[in-house]
Nanobody
């Protein structure tokens, strides 16, 4: 059974940084795409950033220039480095892995950015 476990969320002041990690139970290169989504209260879940098996990276406009997605195949982990955080980045952040048409999700980690 595929498992994705996020860590690294927490409370940070505006302008601060956090690094999220998503540890996978299997080789991350088994996934076609891995990425991060977020869901703020009362809003739909949205893509933040993803990286495909070939290394192509895609960022939401809100993340460009501030967030960086990376991966460590040996550690089976995908990271999201978040800098210059804003109160509007407050959300539950979810790790996602796609294998063909199937989606796998982590349990989420809460990021709260205070003003």
């Amino acid at each position: 059974q595929v498992q994705l476990v996020e860590s690294g969320g927490g409370l940070v002041q505006a302008g601060g940084s956090l690094r999220l990690a998503c540890a996978a139970s299997e080789n991350i290169f088994n996934f076609n795409v891995m990425g991060w989504y977020r869901q703020a209260p009362g809003k739909q879940r949205e893509l933040v950033a993803n990286i495909n098996v070939g290394g192509r990276i895609n960022y939401a406009d809100s993340a460009k220039g501030r967030f960086t997605i990376s991966r460590d195949g040996v550690a089976r982990t995908v990271f999201l480095q978040m800098n210059s955080l804003k109160p509007e980045d407050t959300a539950v952040y979810y790790c996602n892995g796609k294998v063909l048409s199937r989606d796998y999700w982590g349990q989420g980690t809460l990021v709260t950015v205070s003003s």
